[in-house]
């Protein structure tokens, strides 16, 4: 029984579209992160999110946008896909960043692949 | 953001015997040291973490160590198993953890 839900699991994208990943957890926790997994750069962080306010963002490009319409929902807008986007997208939350509760759960991922 | 070295990328050893992991990471203000482990096709686990106000901990065959004055820290294994056979990633934490590129960690019967 997964408490953060990512979907979907697997994505498959043209160049140039545009795709939206979601993730939504269900462990109460007040703040959402994103991370990239690919052969190149294995768990790159991207974005954190706490109480629905960006904290941190290590993301050079625009084109990946974090969207959080409830504290429990932190969702990834990608724009104009490139075949370097392919990766494995994991979601995370932990309870509390900079706290003794800030233990990072992921989701199981989802794999976009950008042909 | 904080940056982590990790090493060794590949460590293969022999079953029983112990397996050593290092990390080092940059920022000084970081306190907080995760350790996850990732099988094939899985999310990341965390099996193990250690904050700045201590030097060592050990659950059950793992053993964290770290040396804030050289901002460096390790995972040992002892005994180990071929279940323990996976990708294992170190993490230093201000604001969200960084992770170290990984160890792939085969061990052998």
């Known amino acids: 029984d997964p408490k953060i839900i990512q979907k979907p699991k697997y994505l498959v994208a043209v160049t140039g579209s545009e795709k939206i990943l979601i993730c939504e957890q269900y462990l109460g926790h007040n703040a959402m992160y994103w991370y990239r997994q690919s052969a190149k750069k294995p768990l790159e962080f991207m974005f954190s999110y706490s109480y629905q306010k960006l904290m941190d963002n290590q993301t050079a490009s625009s084109r990946f946008q974090p969207q959080s319409s409830k504290k429990n929902h932190l969702d990834l807008q990608i724009t104009a896909l490139k075949p370097d986007d392919s990766a494995t997208y994991f979601c995370?939350?932990?309870?509390?960043?900079?706290?003794?509760?800030?233990?990072?759960?992921f989701g199981h991922g989802t794999k976009l692949s950008v042909l | 953001g904080e940056q982590v070295e990790q090493l060794p990328s590949i460590l293969r050893v022999q079953e029983g015997s112990s397996a050593s992991i290092n990390c080092s990471y940059e920022?000084?203000?970081?306190?907080?040291f995760p350790w996850y482990k990732q099988e094939p096709g899985e999310n990341p686990k965390l099996i193990i973490d250690i904050r700045s106000n201590m030097e060592r901990k050990q659950i059950q065959e793992l053993i964290v160590l770290l040396d804030k004055k050289a901002k460096r820290f390790s995972l040992h294994i002892t005994d180990t198993q071929p279940g323990d056979s996976a990708m294992y990633f170190c993490a230093a934490t201000g604001n969200a953890p960084r992770f170290g590129a990984g160890t792939k960690l085969s061990v052998k019967p």
């Open positions: 920022d000084s203000a970081s306190n907080y």
């Open positions: 995370a939350s932990s309870q509390d960043p900079g706290t003794i509760n800030e233990r990072l759960f």
